[in-house]
């Protein structure tokens, strides 16, 4: 599945019922995800951390639906390499 239509997916399930929920209702769900991928890690348990992937990924698009965020156009932002350096791998210090 291409970014695109992720992101229509994930609107045509999602859309109607965030929209009610808003965006920062929206925003802390996508933030108690995060939690779980954190404790999915900490456990390094493998098939519980695609799964926990699989949620924030989808949350985090939703939101993007809500604030009319094309992901597909954002993610381009690395297409040449890294933002700051211009460079693939990454050579900035960190
Ligand atoms: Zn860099």
Do not use: H
């Amino acid at each position: 599945m291409e970014i695109k239509e992720f992101q229509k997916l994930i609107k045509d399930i999602y859309f109607e019922k965030d929209s009610k929920r808003g965006v920062e209702g929206t925003f802390r769900w996508l933030v108690e995800e995060v939690g779980e991928l954190a404790r999915a890690i900490r456990k390094a348990d493998k098939s519980n951390l695609q799964e926990e992937f699989a949620d924030v990924a989808a949350w985090l698009f939703s939101l993007a639906n809500l604030l009319g965020v094309d992901m597909d156009e954002a993610i381009r932002k690395y297409e040449k390499g890294c933002p700051k350096c211009g460079n693939i791998p990454c050579t900035c210090d960190e």
